[in-house]
């Protein structure tokens, strides 16, 4: 370590500024990056009042009020990744590390927490679609699980493409 670089090492110290950060975006993909994450909060937003509004003013469509709102956050997270994917803003200077520990524990998520909540429960199989008239939590978070490992193959294998093309542009 050079004594330049320690004196700017020392400089982020004292200032209270953070050593070394996840990840670093360039000026382009922050600013994409803060305007799809903004659209996504508006769909949450969005989706999230409307579930509200008709389980309160209509007929309930959904035996819980908390399932459809985690199906809502996978869809707009869904919507973040492919957004940003499309857009070129997905992963940082750094590189995909940082995505790809996000993306493990999804897969591992959307693979073991149906395994573990559906074991506990007794009624689980016998009023899986439907329960008392409406449409059971089982299924909505049976789609959220599906969503959120879908969610981390689509990590993986967008890393995987994002670290060949930097291979051959190199």
Request: some cysteine; charged content about 20%; hydrophobic content about 45%.
């Amino acid at each position: 370590m050079s004594l330049k670089s320690f004196d700017k090492f020392c400089e982020k110290m004292i200032n209270g500024e953070p050593v070394e950060t996840k990840d670093v975006f360039d000026e382009r993909q922050s600013v994409l990056r803060t305007r799809i994450t903004m659209q996504a909060m508006t769909l949450f937003i969005i989706l999230t009042c409307l579930n509200i509004v008709i389980n309160e003013c209509g007929p309930r469509w959904c035996e819980s009020m908390i399932a459809p709102t985690m199906l809502f956050y996978g869809i707009s997270y869904m919507f973040w990744l492919i957004k940003n994917a499309c857009k070129g803003s997905l992963f940082g200077i750094k590189g995909t590390m940082p995505l790809k520990y996000q993306a493990s524990f999804m897969l591992g998520y959307g693979i073991f927490l149906p395994v573990y909540m559906f074991d506990k429960k007794q009624d689980c199989f016998e009023n899986f679609f439907v329960k008392d008239g409406m449409v059971s939590e089982n299924v909505i978070l049976a789609l959220f699980f599906v969503l959120l490992a879908a969610m981390g193959i689509m990590i993986l294998i967008l890393a995987r493409k994002y670290k060949k093309e930097k291979n051959v542009e190199q």
